[in-house]
Nanobody, 122 residues
Framework: VQLQASGGGLAQAGGSLRLSCAASGSIVRITDMGWYRQAPGSERELVATITSGGSTNYADSVKGRFTISGDNAKNTVFLQMNSLKPEDTAVYYC?????????????????WGQGTLVTVSS
């Protein structure tokens, strides 16, 4: 499974950006997708997740400002980021957890997309 992320860039504080992440490749069942971010000098932190059933989870720091959504048919997840703050500046990484049924036994896996830089100016 490969993930292709897009949509990062530069925004002013209070502005908006939308990230996309599309999964392609092997025939697997994606159980959940989401986004982490990593700011310079900081550890990678979870931003938002969405399950295949549509359940969502957010970091406290982004609740009420970010919205994660998904298109199961296209194996794509979106992160709408509103009311951006300078502290949202980071490299954002999408991920997907999946189950691979193609072998003799079910294999659980996790794959990452390339990072996309989000910079929020004050």
């Amino acid at each position: 499974v490969q993930l292709q992320a897009s949509g990062g860039g530069l925004a002013q504080a209070g502005g908006s950006l939308r990230l996309s992440c599309a999964a392609s490749g092997s025939i697997v069942r994606i159980t959940d997708m989401g986004w982490y971010r990593q700011a310079p000098g900081s550890e990678r932190e979870l931003v938002a997740t969405i399950t295949s059933g549509g359940s969502t989870n957010y970091a406290d720091s982004v609740k009420g400002r970010f919205t994660i959504s998904g298109d199961n048919a296209k194996n794509t997840v979106f992160l709408q980021m509103n009311s951006l703050k300078p502290e949202d500046t980071a490299v954002y990484y999408c991920y997907a957890n999946y189950l691979d049924f193609t072998g003799p036994s079910v294999v659980a896996g996790k794959t990452w997309g390339q990072g996309t830089l989000v910079t929020v100016s004050s």
